[in-house]
């Protein structure tokens, strides 16, 4: 194939790809298919046919039309940042398609590869999939396979039609000779190279491709960031949304986006057992919530907020005592929980306002130094942000595990919630007309029918049935995925009845909605589920991707579990409460209780949770597959998209210095002088038969590589002879002659050189009548031979046909019958007798 | 201040590459000002292979090795064809080798062309062969080096540039006309001067001496048609009685202050006219030549008329140069001491010249044998229409 038609084609495949990675990012194919139909009407009918074809001056009239239809748009959404990038997208693949109707020249490919470029700049702006990734690398190698066939083309396409040209003497008007004034003019004469000359081009495309692949991220983690990696840009056009801590619970955003974990340190929570002063065991560490707010009551149009302008409460004070709690949970474990909690960055783009804390419900015995506050009508523990900015370290006793669990039930802080709340928390919304949330409501009772009778009106069995349909029947996925399927539904509506699948905001909100339509209080908790355990220290680290949203339905006494029913025990009460609290080092006294004459009455909230795990996904083989492209969302969330000044100095920067930390290094030649020595059994795992496996083996590979790449070089290197038919086609004669003298019984001996051979021969043919004539024949051939062969010469068209004339006639004469000798005369004969 | 050198093997960033690095630039510096990884990660996929092409252009031009074929002289107006072989010594293959030569007019107005070649693709232990071509209209020598080997390969965006000195000199010798018929009657009437000529009777001149190849101007009925057929080409019979006719051609290249383009092309037409007479000249032979120009200097060629003083005076006549002083009369005066009496005598001269003016030739009127032999020499005005009587430049 010809240079400019595999350019053409590499170009083409570059253009889609580019407007490919456009397109995906704004799950707009139209683009990519406009530059598919472009590309390959430009490629048949103007280069390969060249039927049609756009001179420079229509070109540059269609692209200004194209450029100002482009401008009108964004001059139309100047404010709106997604339909201005959107613009500016049409505008590149709209000149793109321009261009490939266009007469083709080097600059005519080179604009078309500029375009395509920065429609992948333009996605990278706009781009949060991991897909972009993969794409970029498809991309970066059809783009140095592109250019570098450009590079030759370009190279080859100026030597053909360039001159260098100079004018010796300026010729006067009346020159008498003027062949005397020509131009001294050079030009490169260009052999036309096959196709074969651009064999192993991919050789250095594979190598470019490969060494960026090395180079580019260890500049992306090299780079010094300068603020937290999240993108203030994206964020602010509301292109890009995180996992991320909020006590506002919305499902109403872009149609089509995708929620991406933000891994930034929160806090760090221990857990001690008060009776034993050890770290608490706890066993199910994922299922550990820590609550932070659920102020937002009402529901309208995919958004949760809060009617009430009240200012909060702020008690320096717990919600329940130490003496209360255990007196209403005698059975449950005393867990102190101390939490170190990052600051939040309060100036800058990045800047977050937050004044929520997180606690383990229920808690008591609140210890902190600096300024943190319960505020017991809206439940939630607080910080005033003018104190965010600093490292808040604060801790609390907890009843909420029990046999290293935590529970699911716990008891009001207050005694009674007040009529409007209880309200908010049935609330739903009313649209008009039509019920805003008829596929839901339909959905949740028919889920409540199908309980068995005596349980349709246990609260506990209703919510269990309605969070498990959620969560368990295999209906509804989890997905960081924003998707709506119409626009004009409520979401949690169009969660239900259409898409199915969202993220833990989705199953929150949907759940609670679902209580409410069956008469069950309910609110939507938001704070953070799990963390990274140490089990050294018995420390978890929450990141900001562990933020997680939850619902309490509000279960009246009468049907909270026996197990959860309280004991009062005031005995154990008495003897427990000095003690622990001067175990635990908790200031201030023990107040008297309040409410133990009336915990009776209380009501508790059960926690629900119906966001499926990911794990929970079926092993099928495209649940895999998304699995993978789940893992691999995460990766680029947490590595390319996450990375922040935090990340960086952590994992790059800190391990880095450490190489450099002699301390560092003499630690770890102790521990290796240690394990050598054997007196740290924690290095038994050293083996030193492994050691000498893995040493040979690696010697093996080492020269078998080493072996194996000289093999290939003398191959390589001994091909062309080999196959060198050139040689043997311009020889050929000279095997045809031997063959020839073969036949007549000549056969040269092995000690014989060709000329020597040919020379006997000679002798011998000079001999004979028949072949007389032709005794010169092998001398003068064997001359061409040694001619061909040593001497490079090259023969001829005539030369080929001379020689072909005489070996014919010289077989011709072998195969003559020798004369017989004359008859003898009959007086011979008898005197001979 | 001297002005430092540039290195001639160098590693230089293309234009190409400076817009690469200025895009490179403007997404570093939108990629940090609003916090896009992505864009920190375009950037790196651009500093790849910037990093690439940096790389393979410095390791491809390392193995590879040059050379240049060039023909010595040619003469003005022929086509030039400069072979340029370029072997890959290294294990890699090249790609994109681009070999630049300089061809620099050295007697002249130092006229500069860069021509090159362009070797797409140089396989490992391969010797390839390219040749740029052209024609070279001016007399005169030509340097050609040295060769500058670049390679930009793959992406464009960085140039490696390595220089070989490899030097040659080109001598372009003058254009050769054509010598008209009146050339030949008006030397031989110079050549009998006032003696009578004595016409031939008959068919031929002189007895049959031998047979020998054709000659542009013999007559068609000297030729010998049996042998002419036997050996396939013109032979035609020689005779006794041949005219040797030794010639002395002196050429006054004189140019005036402020010369114009016209005074050059007088010049140039005197040198183009001296080579057609001396080349007739050598390919004739049997005969004595005396070249003397006085131009910038005076210089002098002389030996029996045969290929080596054709190339002889070629080089001569190539590198002759104009002057605005008169060097005519010292050439007159050397020339004519070595001449011998019988000699034709011919000066070609680009302005009019009066030889029997006595102050200004006084040295070779006062000499006798001088004397008689400038009233026989033949003066030729080639800043006149008189030269094209003898003469037909192509």
């Known amino acids: ?833 | 201040m001297s002005r430092r050198p540039r290195r001639q093997n160098r590693t230089t960033i293309t234009l190409e590459g400076w817009y690469f690095l200025g895009i490179m630039g403007f997404i570093l510096a939108g990629a940090l000002l609003r916090h896009m990884n992505l864009l920190i990660l375009l950037f790196g996929l651009m500093l790849g292979p910037m990093y690439v092409n940096w790389r393979i252009v410095a390791h491809s031009l390392r193995k590879i090795r040059v050379s240049r074929s060039a023909p010595s002289s040619i003469v003005a107006g022929e086509k030039l064809v400069v072979d340029i072989k370029a072997t890959n010594e290294g294990k890699r293959t090249s790609w994109a080798v681009r070999v630049d030569d300089k061809l620099t007019s050295v007697s002249f107005n130092g006229v500069t062309l860069r021509p090159g070649v362009l070797f797409s693709r140089i396989s490992p232990d391969e010797t390839l062969s390219e040749a740029y071509e052209g024609i070279v209209p001016a007399r005169g020598r030509y340097a050609l080096g040295p060769l500058k080997v670049t390679t930009r390969f793959p992406l464009g965006l960085v140039r490696r540039t390595v220089v070989h000195q490899v030097n040659d000199e080109i001598i372009v010798y003058p254009r050769i006309g054509q010598l008209t018929p009146a050339w030949k009657e008006r030397l031989q009437s110079t050549y009998h001067g006032s003696r009578p000529v004595k016409r031939q009777q008959g068919l031929m001149e002189g007895d049959f001496h031998a047979l020998r190849d054709y000659r542009h101007g013999d007559s068609q009925r000297w030729i010998h048609w049996r042998t002419t057929a036997r050996r396939g080409m013109p032979m035609v019979r020689q005779f006794e009685r041949q005219r040797h006719h030794d010639l002395a051609l002196l050429l006054n290249l004189w140019v005036p202050e402020g010369y114009t383009s016209a005074d050059l092309e007088c010049v140039e037409l005197a040198v183009s006219f001296a080579a057609t007479v001396v080349s007739d000249m050598c390919q004739r032979g049997q005969s004595q030549l005396l070249l003397g120009t006085a131009g910038a200097g005076v210089a002098i060629t002389r030996g029996p008329a045969s290929r080596g003083l054709l190339t002889e005076a070629m080089e001569h006549l190539a590198a002759v140069s104009a002057g605005t002083g008169d060097n005519l009369a010292r050439l007159l005066s050397d020339a004519l001491e070595q001449v011998p009496p019988h000699c034709d005598l011919v000066l070609v001269s680009t302005r009019g010249i009066d030889l029997t003016d006595h102050e200004r030739y006084g040295d070779i009127w006062q000499d006798s044998r001088k004397q008689s032999m400038l009233s026989k020499v033949l003066l030729i005005d080639a800043s006149g229409p008189e030269i094209f009587r003898y003469y037909q430049a192509t």
């Open chain 1, 1 to 833: 194939m010809k240079l400019e038609r595999r350019l053409q084609i590499a170009v083409a495949i570059l253009a889609i790809c580019g407007s490919l990675i456009l397109g995906w990012e704004k799950y707009d194919l139209r683009l990519p298919l406009l530059t598919v139909v472009a590309a390959t009407v430009g490629f048949v009918l103007t280069d390969l046919k060249g039927w049609f074809q756009l001179g420079s001056g229509a070109a540059g009239l269609v692209g200004l039309t194209v450029t100002a239809l482009a401008l009108r748009d964004v001059y139309r959404n100047i404010d709106d940042k997604q339909a201005l990038f959107l613009a500016l997208s049409n505008l590149l693949v709209y000149l793109q398609a321009v261009l490939f109707v266009r007469q083709k020249a080097p600059r005519v490919y080179g604009m078309i590869a500029l375009l395509s470029f920065l429609q992948v700049a333009v996605s990278a702006v706009i781009s949060l999939s991991p897909l972009f990734g993969g794409l970029m690398v498809l991309y970066m190698f059809i783009a140095v396979y592109a250019l570098s066939l450009f590079l030759i083309y370009r190279e080859e396409y100026e030597q053909a039609r360039f001159k260098w040209q100079r004018n010796v003497a300026p010729q006067p008007p009346n020159a008498r000779w003027p062949l005397l004034y020509q131009p001294l003019v050079l030009q490169g004469r260009q052999k036309r190279h096959a196709a074969s000359r651009l064999r192993g081009l991919w050789g250095p495309t594979m190598r470019t491709g490969l060494i960026t692949l090395l180079v580019a991220p260890l500049v992306f983690v090299t780079v010094p960031r300068t603020s937290s990696s999240r993108d203030s840009w994206s964020a602010g056009t509301g292109l890009q949304s995180t996992i991320a801590f909020t006590e506002d619970v919305s499902l109403v955003g872009d149609e089509f986006t995708q929620v991406l974990q933000d891994p930034e340190k929160v806090f760090v929570a221990r857990f001690r057992d008060v009776r034993t002063a050890q770290n608490y065991p706890i066993l199910d560490r994922d299922n550990i919530y820590f609550r932070g707010s659920s102020r937002r009551l009402i529901y309208r149009n995919g958004e949760w907020y809060s009617d009430s302008d009240r200012l909060p409460q702020l008690e320096h004070a717990d919600p329940i005592s130490p003496f209360e709690a255990a007196q209403v949970s005698p059975t449950n474990d005393l867990v102190a929980v101390g939490i170190e909690i990052e600051p939040l960055p309060t100036h800058g783009p990045l800047r977050k306002v937050s004044d929520v804390l997180f606690a383990i419900y229920p808690f008591f015995g609140l210890e902190s130094q600096t300024h943190v506050y319960f505020d017991p009508f809206e439940e939630r523990l607080i910080c005033p942000e003018v104190f965010r900015s600093e490292r808040i370290t604060y801790q609390h006793v907890t009843t909420g595990f029990r046999s290293g669990q935590q529970l699911p039930l716990r008891w009001t802080t207050r005694t009674e919630l007040p009529p409007d709340e209880i309200r908010d928390l049935l609330s739903l919304p009313e649209g008009f007309g039509e019920d805003p949330l008829r596929g839901l409501k339909a959905v949740a009772a028919e889920v409540v029918a199908a309980l068995p009778e005596e349980e349709r009106n246990d609260p506990i069995a209703k919510a269990r049935a309605l969070e498990s349909h959620l969560r368990d029947s295999g209906i509804y996925s989890y997905s960081l995925s924003r998707r709506r399927s119409k626009s004009d539904l409520d979401p949690a509506e169009d969660f239900v009845v259409n898409t199915k699948s969202g993220h833990c905001e989705y199953f929150a909100t949907v759940l609670a909605l679902m209580l409410r339509s069956q008469g069950i209080p309910a609110r939507v908790v938001t704070g953070y589920k799990g963390g990274e355990w140490d089990f050294e220290t018995g420390s978890c680290l929450i990141r900001q991707w562990h933020a997680h949203a939850w619902v309490e339905a509000l279960i009246p006494p009468e049907y909270v579990p026996p197990e959860f029913q309280p004991r009062p025990d005031r005995a154990w009460a008495t003897s427990f409460s000095r003690r622990t609290r001067r175990a635990l080092g908790l200031s201030g006294r023990l107040r008297s209780n309040r409410w133990v004459e009336n915990y009776g009455v209380r009501s508790a909230w059960l926690r629900l949770d119906a966001t499926p795990g990911r794990a929970d996904l079926t092993a099928t083989t495209w649940s895999q597959v998304q699995h993978i492209g789940d893992m691999a969302e995460v990766l680029w969330s947490q590595y390319v998209l996450g990375m922040n000044p935090q990340t960086q100095r952590e994992r790059i920067y800190t391990p880095f210095a450490e190489l450099f930390d002699a301390h560092a290094w003499n630690m770890w030649w102790h521990d290796v002088k240690a394990s050598l020595s054997g007196a740290d059994s924690s290095y038994r795992w050293i083996s030193w038969q492994a050691g000498v496996v893995a040493f040979g083996a690696q010697l093996l590979l080492l020269f078998g590589y080493r072996g194996l790449r000289s093999w290939l070089r003398r191959k390589r290197t001994r091909a062309p002879e080999s196959t060198s038919t050139t040689s043997l086609s311009e020889i050929y004669f000279y095997r045809r002659l031997e063959q020839i003298l073969a036949e007549a019984d000549f056969h040269r001996r092995r000690t014989q050189t060709q000329r020597e051979f040919a020379l006997a021969v000679g002798a011998d043919l000079a001999e004979r009548p028949t072949t007389a004539a032709l005794a010169s024949v092998p001398r003068r051939l064997t001359e061409l031979f040694y001619r061909v062969r040593f001497g490079c010469h090259s023969l001829s068209e005539s030369e080929h046909a001379a020689i072909d004339q005489q070996l014919d006639a010289l077989q011709r004469a072998l195969n003559e019958p020798e004369p017989m000798p004359p008859a003898q005369q009959p007086e011979e004969l008898a005197a001979s007798g």
